[in-house]
């Protein structure tokens, strides 16, 4: 029988959170053997390996790595071994409703088109396990779901060895889980195919003023390549081989996915989301400040990869000088700029781009955040800038532009 779609989950450490996704694959209302799953295992510590010998419904794949591949490593791992026509990228500690195959797959269906899918960026966030490891936060609010479910409350103080009623009190809850020094299930795989995991999520969504702008098609929006985030997307497997695989000089946290999102979008691949296609992440430990540095020095690779408007306009929210709808308009602002003006204003343009390009160089490396005139260069080139500072005062004249030549404004005020 051949394969239609192959799920692609990536893993590190993240048992038994990938189990349960696991099982939200096998429960399935798509034929489950005309859909394979591909689980890489990126070197983990934990019990991940036992997997392989799981009799789970579907086809499956096992892949282990005996060395830290990363993301972007382990899912080029995991799409050379791929078979279907079309590609889930699904994190694996995502759980997904029984339609979760059937909706993404409709968009292939009757179509050629060039396309990506995103699901719903209206997010969603839920407690499967209790981590020895969780932060106080999230604590807290796991906390603030237990008290509300008597029966759960019971179980979870017989598990922890302590009374129900101690786990009313924060302080006694978090000494408990600590001194347990093990990660507690929440959750069965009845609760799974029920989704009862609802009962104890939370609402996080990720751009929830584009979405109001915007509708699924993201047309007008020039950063709908953002939303190619392998939590949960699809796209089919001849579009990737047009355009290469992930960049594996993405180490770390973030922006492989974006980088080669961006690549799918600059060959004419429209990305669209689909809000009926909804996915529940399962809380893990992180370090934000982990994150935050690899985050940064990943983002300035892919600003040297592709110094175009689109990316370097982003950096205006990396810094938090501008939401992404008035990055849309500066994008959109340049754009008319260009085209009625391709010869003029060209010290305006080159500093937009100077000034922004050095944004995440400075964030990358925790340089405080000022003299970017400096920075860029522009300092020392007096010439250049008097010139750029009457071309930014002849464009305030026109009354156009506006949005982009405020955006020059404030990074030559910076």
């Keep these: 029988m051949h394969t239609d779609v192959s799920i692609i989950?990536?893993?590190?450490?993240?048992?038994?959170?990938?189990?349960?996704?696991?099982?939200?694959?096998?429960?399935?209302?798509?034929?489950?053997?005309?859909?394979?799953?591909?689980?890489?295992?990126?070197?983990?510590?934990?019990?991940?390996?036992?997997?392989?010998?799981?009799?789970?419904?579907?086809?499956?794949?096992?892949?282990?790595?005996?060395?830290?591949?990363?993301?972007?490593?382990?899912?080029?791992?995991?799409l050379r071994e791929a078979r279907g026509k079309v590609?889930?990228?699904?994190?694996?500690?995502?759980?997904?409703?029984?339609?979760?195959?059937?909706?993404?797959?409709?968009?292939?269906?009757?179509?050629?088109?060039?396309?990506?899918?995103?699901?719903?960026?209206?997010?969603?966030?839920?407690?499967?396990?209790?981590?020895?490891?969780?932060?106080?936060?999230?604590?807290?609010?796991l906390l603030s779901f237990i008290r509300e479910k008597p029966l759960l409350l019971n179980r979870l103080a017989g598990e922890l060895g302590?009374?129900?009623?101690?786990?009313?009190?924060?302080?006694k809850f978090a000494e408990a889980v600590k001194k347990k020094k093990a990660i507690i299930p929440l959750l069965s795989k009845e609760d799974i195919y029920t989704?009862?995991?609802?009962?104890?999520?939370?609402?996080?969504?990720?751009?929830?003023?584009v979405m109001e702008k915007f509708d699924d098609s993201l047309t007008g929006y020039h950063l709908a390549w953002t939303f190619f985030i392998t939590r949960n997307v699809s796209v089919r497997k001849s579009?990737?081989?047009?355009?290469?695989?992930?960049?594996?000089?993405?180490?770390?946290?973030?922006?492989?996915?974006?980088?080669?999102?961006?690549?799918?979008?600059?060959?004419?691949?429209?990305?669209?989301?689909?809000?009926?296609?909804?996915?529940?992440h399962q809380e893990h430990p992180f370090s934000s400040v982990d994150r935050t540095g690899e985050q940064m020095f990943n983002f300035l690779k892919l600003i040297n990869l592709h110094p175009d408007i689109e990316v370097c306009a982003l950096t205006l929210d990396l810094a938090g000088k501008k939401s992404l709808l008035e990055i849309n308009d500066i994008i959109n602002d340049y754009y008319l700029l260009n085209n009625r003006f391709p010869k003029q204003y060209i010290h305006v343009k080159e500093?937009?781009?100077?000034?922004?390009?050095?944004?995440?160089?400075?964030?990358?490396?925790?340089?405080?955040?000022?003299?970017?005139?400096?920075?860029?260069?522009?300092?020392?080139?007096?010439?250049?800038?008097?010139?750029?500072?009457?071309e930014l005062e002849s464009l305030q004249k026109t009354g156009k532009f506006n949005s982009f030549v405020n955006a020059v404004e404030l990074l030559t005020g910076l």
Aim: proline share 6%.
């Design 9 to 78: 989950l990536i893993s590190h450490n993240k048992y038994p959170q990938n189990l349960f996704t696991l099982w939200s694959l096998q429960n399935q209302e798509f034929d489950l053997q005309k859909m394979e799953v591909i689980l890489v295992d990126d070197c983990s510590g934990d019990i991940t390996a036992n997997l392989q010998y799981y009799p789970f419904p579907f086809p499956f794949k096992y892949l282990c790595s005996e060395q830290r591949l990363d993301r972007a490593g382990a899912k080029n791992l995991g």
């Design 87 to 141: 590609i889930i990228f699904l994190d694996a500690e995502i759980l997904v409703g029984p339609d979760f195959v059937a909706k993404h797959l409709r968009h292939y269906e009757n179509s050629e088109e060039k396309i990506a899918v995103s699901g719903t960026t209206n997010h969603y966030c839920t407690f499967s396990v209790i981590h020895p490891n969780f932060s106080k936060s999230q604590l807290g609010h």
């Design 162 to 171: 302590t009374l129900p009623g101690d786990l009313q009190d924060y302080n």
């Design 195 to 209: 989704q009862r995991y609802k009962e104890l999520s939370f609402h996080l969504p990720s751009f929830p003023q």
């Design 239 to 280: 579009l990737l081989d047009s355009v290469g695989p992930f960049n594996e000089k993405f180490r770390g946290w973030g922006y492989e996915d974006w980088e080669l999102g961006y690549r799918l979008y600059k060959s004419g691949v429209k990305i669209l989301e689909d809000r009926e296609i909804f996915s529940y």
């Design 351 to 390: 500093a937009f781009f100077k000034l922004t390009r050095k944004i995440p160089f400075l964030l990358a490396n925790d340089i405080p955040f000022c003299k970017l005139m400096q920075w860029s260069g522009l300092e020392k080139e007096p010439g250049k800038k008097k010139k750029l500072f009457a």
